[in-house]
């Protein structure tokens, strides 16, 4: 599994470049674009197309290959190969036939983006592509709004604007983010704003709506505590008439407020109701 560039060619370590001229076969996303990396370093390994389309097939047809003796080297068309990029049907179908699966450590859009965000938040969740439309998109948004984690989401240009509106609205506008686009190239931006205020830069410069795009948002706020007894007046009823572990489930759903601390108010007030 070779990383290549995600823009600037120069950012390809010698052991990359070394594994590729040996492998038997490059397995490419577009032959076309890695066609022109391996072009302007002198490279002529063969290559065959593996996109997500016909990654089950042909992972066969190359462990096949790699048991015959082979090596095979996959890369994506830019950074590293099996993430949110085809590769990783081929790396469980080399596994499950007991083929070492080897990476080759490079670039990667979601490592540099987390490298320029400057959150502090000590840990991160890499969710990917959300989904296309607005609806299905910001019901996934919902279910991420208010984790306290820093999330990075890759986002494809014709839909940054609509992307960067929906996590204004479901995360807040004065949520802060980071826009990583175009990472290494020519024409790199890495702006941090709030939600609302990168909405509007975008919409402002159709420029920022091309190429690829990456965003980080910082984590959500910790949320106040709530009183004891705030929410008792939902509780109440509802361990008077069901088990505590029932309750605590409807009382989540209508109020929002986290399973431990219903919890234990619920066991609270089934105490007092039991004495």
């Known amino acids: 599994m070779v990383a290549t560039p995600i823009g600037n060619r120069a950012d390809i ?75 990783a049907v081929l790396v469980a179908t080399a596994h499950a036939a007991g083929i070492p699966v080897i990476p080759v450590p490079g670039a990667s859009a979601l490592t540099v983006a987390l490298s320029a965000a400057g959150f502090t938040a000590p840990h991160s969740l890499f969710y990917g592509f959300l989904p296309p439309k607005t609806g299905q998109r910001q019901s996934a948004l919902a279910e991420l709004a208010a984790l306290p984690y820093q999330i ?83 509780l109440q009823p509802l361990v008077e008439e069901l088990p505590v572990k029932q309750a605590v489930g409807l009382a989540m759903r209508i109020t929002g407020a986290p399973r431990n601390a219903l919890y234990q108010r619920a066991l609270v007030l089934k105490g007092g109701q039991l004495g």
């Open 13 to 87: 370590t010698e052991r990359a470049l070394a594994v590729l001229r040996q492998a038997d076969v490059i397995a490419a996303e577009d032959t076309r674009v890695t066609g022109l990396l391996l072009k302007h370093y002198g490279i002529g390994t063969p290559m065959l197309s593996l996109r997500e389309h016909n990654e089950r097939g042909m992972a066969e047809k190359l462990v096949a290959r790699m048991q015959a003796g082979e090596t095979v080297a996959q890369v994506s068309d830019a950074g590293t190969p099996a993430i949110s990029d085809p590769g």
């Open 152 to 234: 990075v989401f890759y986002e494809a240009p014709h839909r940054i604007l609509e992307c960067l509106a929906d996590l204004a609205t479901v995360f807040g506008g004065q949520r802060q983010a980071v826009l990583c686009r175009e990472l290494t190239k020519t024409f790199e931006t890495i702006r941090r704003a709030s939600l609302t205020e990168l909405h509007a830069f975008v919409e402002g410069d159709s420029n920022q709506q091309r190429g690829e795009c990456v965003l980080v948002i910082d984590a959500a706020p910790p949320a106040e505590k709530a009183a004891d007894d705030e929410y008792d007046a939902v």
